[in-house]
């Protein structure tokens, strides 16, 4: 029994250890080449960033801007290095050094093999021997600067995950085949013993069932009685036992994919949208047209941000400041419906819809820029860059859905409401605002939250790109400083004076306005503006829209 058992236990052991060994090999090792070639790629990108300023400022035949590019490359290979064994150099086509994180002490004759290797050009892993010692490295040519760059780590270093598995797998497979024997042996000897006494008792058991059906024994020892009351049992007891193990699996099953699934897609799609998914999955695909409030949320000078930062800070920033956003508006019942770069999409008022998804919008906005101060705060303390957003709220008509395919979709909403929505973020730059919102979304609060309490002010009615019909813009607080709650008001009066024509008028407003409000960039525009229509009145069909060119 001993035998036969044996290796029916040590075979699948070893293959087991044999197939998580060589998975754990590749998979090391295909990191570990991976991290090699994500470096490569971020130096490629880096050297092509410097040569694209020369070329920009056109500093190609400046030598020492040349050169300063050159440190700028040497200085970003050294801030890419992850231990101390790795080394990035560079060399021209004769074989001179030419940059280096630190020396790589190439001999003579090494650096005829690399020129060797090199002039091959092929891709992937090479290895060479540098000062020495043998060294994995990948390498690209960059033809401006006529370098052949190339990122090197020691063979025994870039290996070396790869070798502590192999003793572990060695040392794992010894002491399981020790413990496996040792286990196997005291399990005969306590199962040969009673096993008389177990047989006895299960053929009891069978009887008080009043089984009926027998097999035939050919031996009358204790195996044959094992093998007799075996074979009874499975009669009987495995049609029923096997459909209620059957029943149970498949509804444990159900239950835990379903929970799964839940789980999963709550992190992507409304919990609503996922309870309308299991109630009716035929309807998924259908779309409703409805009136949402939109909001768009967008990082100014985020290209200019992520550029100053290495890859772990500006991704460890981004999560903490979406992480605060998106508090803001599930906590205001809203739906984030994608991040596009470092912009935030979200709408309110569906797959629900609540008598307050305006209001909720419009407080979730303010919320957010608040939540951008606190991040700002926290930013500072950790030495890190600040953000500044500019928010942009429409309410309109959109096609709201999971829209796709059966393998792929997103509920989300599409329409001309959307696309307004976004240029009011954008105009947000243009009017120097932290958040505007348009003017269907006002009128929209006004109807639905008349007692709101928020202050709200009239910046400019504009048409914009792609659009002819003029839209007004506003302005929105919770509360104002003692100076603003003084201006905004004479503000909208002249807002009100100056859609009537009346530009002489209006032109006193805003100038008190700025004296409550010095360097006011609204104020200051439609005074300078409303001085010039007072001397040079717009033609007779005028309606106050100015026409925007940019988003």
Not at 19 to 39: C, D, E
Not at 78 to 103: C, K, P, W, Y
Not at 110 to 134: H, P
Request: charged share 25%.
């Amino acid at each position: 029994m001993f035998l036969v058992i044996l290796p029916l236990l040590i075979v699948p052991l070893v293959l087991a250890q044999t197939s998580s060994y060589f998975n754990a090999i590749n998979g090391v090792t295909r990191l570990a080449r991976q991290l090699l070639g994500f470096k490569l790629e971020e130096m490629e990108k880096f050297a092509n960033l410097q040569w694209l300023l020369l070329l920009e400022n056109n500093f190609v035949e400046r030598p020492v801007m040349v050169e300063a590019a050159k440190m700028a490359v040497e200085q970003y290979g050294r801030s890419i290095l992850l231990s101390d064994s790795e080394i990035i150099f560079a060399v021209d086509n004769h074989g001179s050094l030419q940059m280096f994180t630190s020396d790589p002490l190439l001999q003579a004759d090494e650096t005829t093999e690399i020129l060797q290797i090199l002039a091959e050009e092929n891709q992937g892993l090479q290895t060479a021997v540098i000062a020495g010692e043998r060294r994995i490295f990948q390498s690209f040519y960059f033809a401006p600067f006529d370098w052949h760059i190339l990122i090197t780590e020691k063979e025994q270093v870039f290996y070396r995950d790869a070798n502590t598995i192999r003793m572990q797998t060695i040392f794992t497979l010894g002491v399981s085949a020790v413990i496996a024997i040792l286990l196997l042996i005291f399990v005969t000897r306590s199962l040969t013993k009673p096993l008389g006494k177990i047989a006895s008792a299960m053929n009891g058991v069978i009887e008080t069932a009043d089984l009926s059906s027998r097999v035939d024994v050919e031996y009358r020892d204790e195996t044959g009685v094992v093998a007799q009351t075996f074979n009874k049992m499975t009669e009987e007891l495995d049609r029923a036992y096997g459909q209620i193990k059957r029943y149970a699996f498949d509804a444990v099953l159900a239950g835990k994919k379903e929970e799964r699934i839940r789980h999963i897609f709550q992190k992507y799609v409304p919990n609503d949208v996922i309870e309308r998914f299991f109630a009716s999955p035929e309807k998924m695909l259908v779309g409703d047209n409805r009136k949402l409030s939109i909001l768009f949320s967008d990082i100014r000078s985020f290209t200019t941000i992520s550029e100053g930062l290495a890859p772990d800070d500006l991704v460890g920033s981004l999560n903490r400041y979406f992480s605060g956003q998106v508090d803001v508006i599930y906590n205001r019942k809203g739906i984030v419906d994608k991040y596009i770069g470092d912009a935030i999409m979200a709408f309110w008022g569906a797959p629900e819809k609540h008598e307050d998804d305006v209001l909720q919008s419009v407080l979730s906005g303010l919320e957010m820029i608040e939540s951008v101060k606190q991040f700002n705060e926290n930013q500072r303390r950790l030495g890190k860059c600040e953000f500044q957003v500019g928010i942009g709220l429409n309410y309109g008509e959109v096609t709201v859905g999971n829209i796709g395919s059966e393998r792929k979709m997103d509920y989300t909403v599409i329409g001309d409401a959307v696309n307004l929505a976004s240029r009011m973020e954008g105009l947000t730059k243009t009017y120097h605002s932290d958040i505007l919102i348009s003017e269907s979304l006002f009128d929209e609060l006004r109807k639905t939250s008349p007692n709101s309490g928020l202050r709200i002010r009239l910046l400019d009615t504009v048409a914009v790109k792609g659009k002819t019909k003029g839209v007004k813009i506003f302005t929105v607080k919770n509360t104002l400083s003692p100076p603003e709650d003084k201006a905004w008001p004479i503000h909208n009066q002249g807002m009100k004076l100056y859609y009537n024509r009346s530009f002489a008028e209006a032109a006193l407003k805003f100038q008190e306005v700025l004296t409550s409000l010095p360097g006011d960039f609204n104020a200051e525009n439609l005074y300078t503006r409303c001085v010039e229509y007072a001397s040079n009145p717009p033609p007779e069909d005028w309606n106050g829209v100015e026409v925007m060119q940019s988003k």
